[in-house]
């Protein structure tokens, strides 16, 4: 196989499982107070999210490491193209990460609403930019031989608002889930039902994104010349419904379960869809960045291969380790008795 | 201002900012770790105590380092395209092995020794925070050969326009990245041992919770001490590597302007880059730039005048750096040394002069490493990547002045924000002192047992 396919694959992959393990992060993150309506409640919230969110967050990293490592041009032109797209969300992020860490580190109320505030605006923005800026890659941003021809508001065209409303309801379902499965009691209930009150929206702005993708972007050539393909975007369809059926049994985790199929499926589609680019330009495809045009050396794909091969398998042993420590439900009473608590 | 002298500032102000963190991140991981392993092998609580109150202070400092090392990455790509462009193909492969093999270990690892005290057993909870340092220093490793790659490039050749890797082991053993990884660690390990020192000596200083903080103070002495020789002696070899590599580097830092042998030490100068020459030239130690740069007291010296102005660093500022670097070097290898010893004999508490001093010391080894990268950095250009690409040729092609200007607005704004709010809650935990209830950590064990 190529080695710029398996950078694709894995490139592929490292976006979907950030998405999948940062969407819940962001997803109760924007539902801090909807869900959190004492103090109380918001403790629980931030000590659900403050083992993981760090690690969660490094596959952002890794995955901005790989596009640097394996396809350098589509990581100096993607990042500098969207320059202010991801200054924002660098802000985002940044708030987002010290309110979990700081905020009970210090009392007060001024103080634990502003980083309440910060948690919601941090985890809100990030899932809105993420999928404004996917949309557009998967439309193909305006470039050619003279460079990026866009701006920050030219990305909030209604294909990429679109797509920045999907990942938004994505993450609150996915979210209100991973509470769902990570409190008791009345926390628990209203997350649920939360949940449950979500998905029917989440439906609609999918199906409109399925529809809408046909017109603005190329995704589906893919698919329409290897009908085989279409089992990725039949599955997370089927895993989108599972979220539907698992919820009304109250069979909360196969829900989340579901929930995490559904985003890595979503992304996967995308991905399969944008094969071979990277970034598509949208005025003339000669200048679309593809995995060849783009790519490393052939010898830095065999050494980041060799890397990967090793230390992704062993990540993942040890980050399912650390889960399955931290897998029992969160307590208001724990959080209260326990000084190590956020 | 145009483009690349705002990006050049946003990246020193992003870069700056975040090495506020790294340095104490690097040795504080490693103090906590070993008071947790004091703790686990003797059962003493005080050791427990020490653990926790210095960790917290440490979790405040690294969640910053986190949260500002992703604009580092990102930055490369935002603000400094055509470098990424250029020399993507072998320097993104240390950034990208940095985050598998050491970001994800230390993330997941960090959490679980934050939230696993009673989750996992005592040992198991000793690995968790041994794997923390591990893996900053891993971390460093990487991000320091790659900066190392940047200022003795070795392991590519120029093909299809850019530089390719052709020798990933050249790379590993690049001398200047493995002499920069030493020396960088070290110092910020003399950072933590004075943060420690400094905060146990304001205790000290009101002789609250005495023996508590000897023992911290004993403790970061030894590691100070230890440490500030080896930054002292891996700066000696820096020296003898930068002569050999980067000479307009090595003559900009002792502002050397004609080639001579058995150059001499000018204890005060100013340099003039106008006139190209020095003045106020005063109290000259013989030999010393040359024993300095090639160890051998009648070495010849380039001077600044064998190089074009084009291809000259700024000489003040990487002069002044430099020696301001080694003078506070030295200051803090006394006061480690002097630490060391009056911390085992008699009774430290009354010495309130030498307290007051180390109080006040605990900003002198920031300093120094900040200066430590203004000579690296400042003393590099015009070269991005030394020889290969200059930094003027590197910069993004296709952003405006106003997006560097409200992005290096809001970047100074922010890190302003965060940095008084990390000052206000490192000063708040450093002065409320361990915290003696250790019911939510030891009680589980106990039932356990």
Same mark, same amino acid.
Request: glycine share 8%; proline share 4%; with cysteine.
């Given at each position: 196989?190529?080695?710029?396919?398996?950078?694709?694959?894995?490139?592929?992959?490292?976006?979907?499982?950030?998405?999948?393990?940062?969407?819940?992060?962001?997803?109760?993150?924007?539902?801090?107070?909807?869900?959190?309506?004492?103090?109380?409640?918001?403790?629980?919230?931030?000590?659900?999210?403050?083992?993981?969110?760090?690690?969660?967050?490094?596959?952002?990293?890794?995955?901005?490491?790989?596009?640097?490592?394996?396809?350098?041009?589509?990581?100096?032109?993607?990042?500098?193209?969207?320059?202010?797209?991801?200054?924002?969300?660098?802000?985002?992020?940044?708030?987002?990460?010290?309110?979990?860490?700081?905020?009970?580190?210090?009392?007060?109320?001024?103080?634990?609403?502003?980083?309440?505030?910060?948690?919601?605006?941090?985890?809100?923005?990030?899932?809105?930019?993420?999928?404004?800026?996917?949309?557009?890659?998967?439309?193909?941003?305006?470039?050619?031989?003279?460079?990026?021809?866009?701006?920050?508001?030219?990305? =909030?065209?209604?294909?990429?608002?679109?797509?920045?409303?999907?990942?938004?309801?994505?993450?609150?379902?996915?979210?209100?889930?991973?509470?769902?499965?990570?409190?008791?009691?009345?926390?628990?209930?209203?997350?649920?039902?939360?949940?449950?009150?979500?998905?029917?929206?989440?439906?609609?702005?999918?199906?409109?994104?399925?529809?809408?993708?046909?017109?603005?972007?190329?995704?589906?050539?893919?698919?329409?010349?290897?009908?085989?393909?279409?089992?990725?975007?039949?599955?997370?369809?089927?895993?989108?419904?599972?979220?539907?059926?698992? #919820?009304?049994?109250?069979?909360?985790?196969?829900?989340?379960?579901?929930?995490?199929?559904?985003?890595?499926?979503?992304?996967?589609?995308?991905?399969?869809?944008?094969?071979?680019?990277?970034?598509?330009?949208? #005025?003339?495809?000669?200048?679309? =960045?593809?995995?060849?045009?783009?790519?490393?050396?052939?010898?830095?794909?065999?050494? #980041?291969?060799?890397?990967?091969?090793?230390?992704?398998?062993?990540?993942?042993?040890?980050?399912?380790?650390?889960?399955?420590?931290?897998?029992?439900?969160?307590?208001?009473?724990?959080?209260?008795?326990?000084?190590?608590?956020? | 201002?145009?483009?690349?002298?705002?990006?050049?500032?946003?990246?020193?102000?992003?870069?700056?900012?975040?090495?506020?963190?790294?340095?104490?991140?690097?040795?504080?991981?490693?103090?906590?770790?070993?008071?947790?392993?004091?703790?686990?092998?003797?059962?003493?609580?005080?050791?427990?105590?020490?653990?926790?109150?210095?960790?917290?202070?440490?979790?405040?400092?690294?969640?910053?380092?986190?949260?500002?090392?992703?604009?580092?990455?990102?930055?490369?790509?935002?603000?400094?395209?055509?470098?990424?462009?250029?020399?993507?193909?072998?320097?993104?492969?240390?950034?990208?092995?940095?985050?598998?093999?050491?970001?994800?270990?230390?993330?997941?690892?960090?959490?679980?020794?934050?939230?696993?005290?009673?989750?996992?057993?005592?040992?198991?909870?000793?690995?968790?925070?041994?794997?923390?340092?591990?893996?900053?220093?891993?971390?460093?490793?990487?991000?320091?050969?790659?900066?190392?790659?940047?200022?003795?490039?070795?392991?590519?050749?120029?093909?299809?326009?850019?530089?390719?890797?052709?020798?990933?082991?050249?790379?590993?053993?690049?001398?200047?990245?493995?002499?920069?990884?030493?020396?960088?660690?070290?110092?910020?390990?003399?950072?933590?041992?004075?943060?420690?020192?400094?905060?146990?000596?304001?205790?000290?200083?009101?002789?609250?919770?005495?023996?508590?903080?000897?023992?911290?103070?004993?403790?970061?002495?030894?590691?100070?001490?230890?440490?500030?020789?080896?930054?002292?002696?891996?700066?000696?070899?820096?020296?003898?590597?930068?002569?050999?590599?980067?000479?307009?580097?090595?003559?900009?830092?002792?502002?050397?302007?004609?080639?001579?042998?058995?150059?001499?030490?000018?204890?005060?100068?100013?340099?003039?880059?106008?006139?190209?020459?020095?003045?106020?030239?005063?109290?000259?130690?013989?030999?010393?730039?040359?024993?300095?740069?090639?160890?051998?007291?009648?070495?010849?010296?380039?001077?600044?005048?064998?190089?074009?102005?084009?291809?000259?660093?700024?000489?003040?500022?990487?002069?002044?750096?430099?020696?301001?670097?080694?003078?506070?070097?030295?200051?803090?290898?006394?006061?480690?040394?002097?630490?060391?010893?009056?911390?085992?004999?008699?009774?430290?508490?009354?010495?309130?002069?030498?307290?007051?001093?180390?109080?006040?010391?605990?900003?002198?080894?920031?300093?120094?490493?900040?200066?430590?990268?203004?000579?690296?950095?400042?003393?590099?250009?015009?070269?991005?990547?030394?020889?290969?690409?200059?930094?003027?040729?590197?910069?993004?092609?296709?952003?405006?002045?106003?997006?560097?200007?409200?992005?290096?607005?809001?970047?100074?704004?922010?890190?302003?924000?965060?940095?008084?709010?990390?000052?206000?809650?490192?000063?708040?935990?450093?002065?409320?002192?361990?915290?003696?209830?250790?019911?939510?950590?030891?009680?589980?064990?106990?039932?356990?047992?």
């Amino acid at each position: 196989m190529e080695f710029q396919i398996i950078w694709f694959v894995l490139w592929g992959v490292l976006w979907s499982v950030y998405f999948m393990l940062d969407g819940f992060v962001q997803g109760a993150g924007m539902l801090h107070h909807v869900l959190g309506k004492s103090d109380g409640d918001r403790r629980v919230l931030i000590n659900t999210i403050g083992p993981v969110w760090d690690g969660n967050e490094v596959w952002l990293v890794t995955a901005g490491g790989a596009t640097f490592a394996a396809f350098p041009t589509t990581y100096a032109l993607m990042f500098s193209y969207l320059y202010s797209a991801l200054l924002l969300l660098l802000f985002a992020l940044i708030i987002r990460g010290v309110s979990y860490e700081f905020r009970g580190k210090s009392e007060g109320e001024l103080w634990k609403k502003g980083w309440d505030a910060s948690i919601c605006i941090g985890n809100f923005l990030p899932a809105l930019l993420f999928g404004v800026a996917f949309g557009n890659i998967f439309a193909g941003l305006p470039m050619d031989a003279a460079g990026y021809h866009g701006s920050l508001l030219s990305l =909030l065209n209604p294909y990429g608002l679109l797509t920045g409303v999907l990942f938004v309801m994505l993450f609150a379902v996915h979210g209100a889930l991973y509470v769902s499965v990570k409190t008791r009691g009345d926390l628990q209930a209203r997350s649920a039902s939360l949940a449950k009150k979500l998905w029917p929206a989440l439906l609609a702005v999918a199906v409109a994104f399925l529809g809408y993708t046909n017109f603005a972007t190329k995704l589906y050539d893919n698919y329409l010349s290897h009908p085989v393909l279409l089992i990725v975007p039949l599955l997370a369809v089927a895993a989108l419904l599972g979220i539907r059926i698992f #919820m009304a049994k109250e069979m909360l985790l196969t829900a989340f379960a579901s929930s995490c199929l559904t985003i890595l499926l979503v992304a996967a589609t995308g991905v399969t869809g944008l094969s071979p680019n990277l970034i598509p330009a949208n #005025m003339d495809t000669a200048y679309s =960045l593809t995995i060849y045009n783009s790519s490393s050396s052939l010898y830095t794909l065999k050494i #980041m291969t060799v890397v990967a091969f090793i230390f992704v398998p062993i990540v993942i042993l040890y980050k399912i380790w650390v889960y399955r420590i931290f897998r029992a439900p969160v307590t208001l009473d724990e959080v209260l008795e326990n000084k190590e608590a956020y | 201002m145009d483009v690349l002298t705002l990006s050049r500032l946003q990246f020193a102000v992003t870069s700056m900012f975040h090495f506020i963190f790294v340095p104490l991140t690097l040795g504080l991981s490693i103090l906590t770790a070993y008071m947790e392993t004091r703790y686990v092998m003797t059962g003493d609580t005080t050791y427990l105590k020490m653990t926790k109150f210095w960790g917290k202070l440490f979790l405040v400092n690294f969640a910053l380092g986190v949260v500002t090392g992703i604009t580092m990455e990102f930055q490369f790509g935002m603000n400094w395209a055509e470098y990424s462009r250029y020399v993507g193909d072998i320097f993104g492969a240390p950034l990208a092995i940095e985050a598998t093999v050491a970001f994800f270990l230390e993330s997941v690892f960090i959490g679980l020794w934050i939230f696993g005290w009673d989750k996992v057993s005592k040992k198991v909870h000793l690995l968790s925070i041994w794997l923390v340092p591990f893996a900053t220093n891993l971390s460093a490793l990487w991000i320091l050969l790659a900066n190392g790659w940047m200022q003795h490039p070795v392991g590519y050749v120029l093909r299809n326009g850019r530089a390719e890797m052709v020798d990933f082991g050249a790379l590993l053993t690049n001398p200047y990245g493995v002499m920069k990884f030493i020396h960088t660690v070290l110092s910020g390990y003399m950072v933590a041992a004075f943060f420690v020192m400094g905060i146990s000596a304001y205790h000290l200083l009101k002789k609250n919770r005495i023996d508590f903080f000897k023992c911290s103070f004993r403790i970061a002495a030894t590691f100070g001490l230890v440490s500030s020789i080896l930054v002292f002696l891996t700066g000696d070899y820096s020296a003898v590597l930068v002569a050999k590599t980067q000479p307009a580097k090595f003559a900009a830092m002792e502002s050397v302007w004609e080639t001579k042998r058995g150059v001499g030490m000018n204890l005060f100068l100013v340099p003039n880059e106008e006139q190209e020459c020095n003045e106020f030239e005063r109290f000259c130690i013989p030999k010393v730039v040359s024993y300095l740069a090639f160890h051998l007291p009648n070495a010849e010296i380039k001077g600044l005048k064998e190089f074009p102005r084009d291809l000259r660093p700024p000489v003040l500022p990487t002069f002044l750096s430099f020696r301001l670097m080694a003078g506070l070097g030295m200051f803090l290898l006394l006061a480690s040394l002097l630490g060391s010893i009056l911390s085992r004999w008699g009774k430290q508490e009354d010495r309130t002069l030498f307290l007051k001093i180390m109080l006040l010391a605990i900003p002198a080894p920031y300093i120094a490493v900040q200066l430590g990268w203004i000579v690296a950095e400042v003393g590099r250009q015009p070269w991005i990547v030394y020889g290969v690409m200059k930094t003027s040729d590197a910069v993004s092609g296709s952003i405006s002045v106003s997006q560097v200007v409200v992005s290096l607005a809001g970047f100074t704004l922010l890190y302003g924000v965060l940095g008084v709010i990390d000052i206000y809650l490192l000063a708040k935990i450093a002065k409320k002192g361990p915290d003696d209830d250790l019911s939510a950590i030891i009680k589980p064990r106990i039932e356990e047992a």
